[in-house]
C-alpha cells in the first residue's frame, strides 16, 4: 500500500511538471530523493520515462480533433471532394509532417547516446544547472519579446524551416535532463517569432511521438518481466499522470492567453538554486 500511495505522488508531479514548462526531471530528482520507491534501478530508471504515457493519453484526447487525420466532419481540407480522399484532412497530414521533422534531431540522438547523455548528465549539479539557464532564457526571451506581434500566429502557419529549428530547440532537452522538453521548444519557437498560444500547443503535439518513442525505448530496454507489484506501480503512476495532465493543459492554454512565461523562469531559478544547495549540503 505505501508503494501504492508513492506511486499516486509520482503520477502527480509527472502529471503537473510534464507539461509545465519547469522541468519533470528536476522534479522527479528531488522527489526521489525524499520519497524512494521500493523497486530496482533498473525499473526506476524506465518507470520516470513511462510514466509518461498517461500523460501523453491526456494531449491525444483533449486535441483528438486537431490531430486525427482522418473522417469526413469538419474537414476543412480534404484531399478531394469524393471518395477516399473525401475522408483524409490533408491540412492535419502535414501538421504530423511538420512534427516528425521537429522530431529528427532529438529522435537520432536519442536511439544513438540516450544511454551516455543520461551517465554524463542526470546528476543534481547538470540538472540544476539546466533549470536555472532555461529559467534565465525564459525572462530575457519573454522581455525582449514583449510589446511584439508574433509572426506565426498559427500552427498551420508553421513552415518545415521552423519545424526543424524548433526540433533543434528540443534536441538540447534530449541532452541535459533538467532543461525541460516543453521548456526548450516554447522558448525556442518564442526566439523565432512563434505566437505564446501556438509554442504551448505545438509542443504538446511535439510531445505525442517524442514521449511515445522515449517510453517504448525503454521498454524495450527494460522487458517486459514486471513483477504483480512492479506492474501496479507503473499503470496507477500512469492513471494519475493522465487525470492530473488533463487539468494542467486546460489550465496552460488558458493561462497563457493572459500572461507570459516570465513567472515560470524565475520558479525554475528558484528549484535550480534548491537543487544546487541540496547537492552541495549532501541532501542529495
Same mark, same amino acid.
Given at each position: ?7 499516486? $505522488? ?54 483528438? +480533433? ?7 466532419? +469538419? +474537414? ?18 502535414? $501538421? ?26 542526470? +546528476? ?65 519557437? $518564442? ?94
Amino acid at each position: 500500500m505505501i508503494e501504492i500511495l508513492k506511486s499516486i $505522488l509520482f503520477g502527480i508531479v509527472e502529471g503537473i511538471t510534464e507539461w509545465l514548462p519547469i522541468s519533470s526531471t528536476g522534479h522527479m530528482i528531488l522527489l526521489d530523493q525524499f520519497v524512494k520507491l521500493d523497486v530496482s534501478e533498473e525499473f526506476y530508471s524506465m518507470f520516470q520515462v513511462v510514466i509518461q504515457l498517461g500523460a501523453i493519453l491526456a494531449v491525444v484526447i483533449i486535441f483528438w +480533433n486537431k490531430i486525427w487525420p482522418f473522417g469526413k466532419k +469538419n +474537414n476543412a481540407a480534404p484531399l478531394s471532394d469524393t471518395g477516399i480522399g473525401a475522408w483524409i484532412k490533408k491540412d492535419i497530414f502535414v $501538421l504530423w509532417f511538420h512534427i516528425l521533422v521537429s522530431c529528427v534531431p532529438a529522435a537520432i540522438v536519442g536511439v544513438l547516446w540516450d544511454d551516455l547523455f543520461e551517465e554524463l548528465f542526470y +546528476n543534481p549539479v547538470c540538472v540544476a544547472l539546466a533549470l536555472i539557464v532555461f529559467g534565465v532564457a525564459f525572462i530575457i526571451v519573454e522581455t525582449q519579446h514583449s510589446g511584439k506581434n508574433a509572426k506565426i500566429t498559427a500552427v498551420a502557419d508553421i513552415t518545415y524551416t521552423t519545424a526543424f529549428l524548433i526540433g533543434m530547440f528540443q534536441l538540447i532537452a534530449a541532452i541535459f535532463p533538467g532543461t525541460s522538453r516543453s521548456g526548450a521548444t516554447i522558448v525556442g519557437a $518564442l526566439i523565432i517569432g512563434v505566437a505564446r498560444t501556438v509554442a504551448a500547443e505545438y509542443t504538446f503535439y511535439l510531445a505525442i511521438p517524442v514521449m511515445l518513442g522515449a517510453s517504448l525505448l525503454k521498454l524495450v530496454k527494460f522487458g517486459l518481466s514486471f513483477t504483480a507489484m512492479e506492474a501496479a506501480i507503473l499503470l496507477i503512476g500512469m492513471v494519475v499522470a493522465f487525470g492530473v495532465s488533463m487539468f494542467v493543459i486546460k489550465f496552460l492554454m488558458d493561462y497563457i492567453k493572459k500572461h507570459d512565461f516570465k513567472v515560470f523562469g524565475w520558479y525554475r531559478i528558484i528549484l535550480g538554486v534548491i537543487v544546487l544547495v541540496c547537492g552541495f549540503v549532501g541532501v542529495i
